[in-house]
């Protein structure tokens, strides 16, 4: 495999790499500057490793080193992928130009190469629309994106299913749900929470507990990726765990990550700091995802249990905030 990956320096993007560069492919990383005026724009650090601003056109300097490279495969996660950060029910002007314009140019380049390469886009379960009894997400349930981001996504599946009805790619879409792990950084819901306990802050301070979520394994989750790419399938697959969490119950995967070896300690104590935003009390549902066609497609469920995933997130951001002091000779 000979796979350019567009965002390689995100949370995605960069375990995908490391998953690929350990079986042998080789990469191609395509990365936003370092720094917001763009001036350190053109080739990175690492060998093979661009920075482009993909809001902008593809410099024809880039655009011949994908070229000469020659990729087998194209992984599209470059994304303004906070949900805030696209606008609130319809898509900024960042969120257009960044997930929709850029999007359009990444299939542009990859529909230069010979032979047609295959091209997982990376979309979002915010395609749906929301969910209320019925606990998963099937890919036949209607798209009605209620969030900027949302709708930035769904176009770019439109994009991609239109450039391989032409032959001029080989599309596949994948619809991930939310994953998490070793190595995410502070702004998403499970190393917000394991950030704290790794600083000793007590109590535990979260926004709310009243909501469910489906949260998968950064590791489970690259496998998928990789396992799609490398097989003859098309069309479009959720990626998830399959199952609703509640914030009670992340809280508890949490307390016995944190607990004492030995069985000691107490249940973390924890408080809510907008819990009475809504007088109903009412709980957040997200979406969990319907597995079974990715399932019958390449054979890929999660193997990672989620009480891992917690620990070993957990471990992650002690070492990070708390490093072993050097030796000294």
């Not at 749906?128 to 798209?143: H, I, T, V």
Request: glycine share 10%; net charge neutral.
């Amino acid at each position: 495999m000979r796979a350019v990956i567009t965002g390689s320096n995100g949370f995605v993007g960069r375990n995908l790499a490391c998953a690929l560069h350990a079986a042998g492919a080789e990469v191609f990383g395509v990365t936003r500057p370092l720094h917001p005026d763009g001036k350190d724009a053109g080739w990175g650090d690492r060998p093979r490793e661009y920075r482009w601003d993909i809001s902008q056109a593809a410099p024809a300097e880039l655009i011949a080193a994908i070229e000469g490279f020659s990729p087998t495969h194209v992984f599209h996660f470059a994304a303004i992928s906070r949900v805030k950060d696209c606008g609130y029910r319809q898509p900024n002007a960042l969120a257009q130009s960044v997930n929709v314009e850029g999007t359009r140019r990444a299939i542009e380049i990859a529909s230069r190469i010979k032979p047609v390469p295959r091209f997982l886009f990376a979309s979002t379960s915010y395609v749906y629309a929301p969910k209320g009894g019925e606990p998963l997400c099937r890919e036949s349930d209607p798209c009605e994106p209620t969030t900027g981001y949302g709708v930035t996504k769904l176009a770019g599946e439109a994009m991609t299913h239109e450039a391989a009805a032409a032959g001029a790619i080989q599309g596949v879409v994948v619809r991930p749900f939310h994953h998490t792990g070793p190595g995410q950084s502070v702004g998403y819901v499970l190393p917000d929470w394991v950030a704290q306990i790794a600083r000793g802050e007590s109590p535990l301070k979260v926004r709310t507990l009243k909501f469910t979520i489906d949260l998968s394994d950064i590791r489970d989750a690259v496998r998928a990726y990789r396992m799609l790419a490398e097989r003859d399938v098309t069309g479009t697959f959720n990626l998830g765990a399959g199952v609703r969490r509640s914030g009670a119950e992340l809280v508890a995967a949490i307390s016995a990550a944190a607990a004492d070896p030995l069985g000691g300690g107490a249940p973390l104590s924890v408080i809510e700091t907008h819990a009475g935003e809504d007088p109903a009390g009412r709980v957040r549902h997200n979406p969990a995802a319907d597995i079974e066609k990715i399932a019958a497609a390449i054979g890929w469920r999660p193997e990672i249990p989620f009480e891992q995933t917690v620990a070993d997130t957990l471990e992650y951001w002690r070492h990070r905030l708390n490093p072993e002091p050097k030796a000294t000779g």
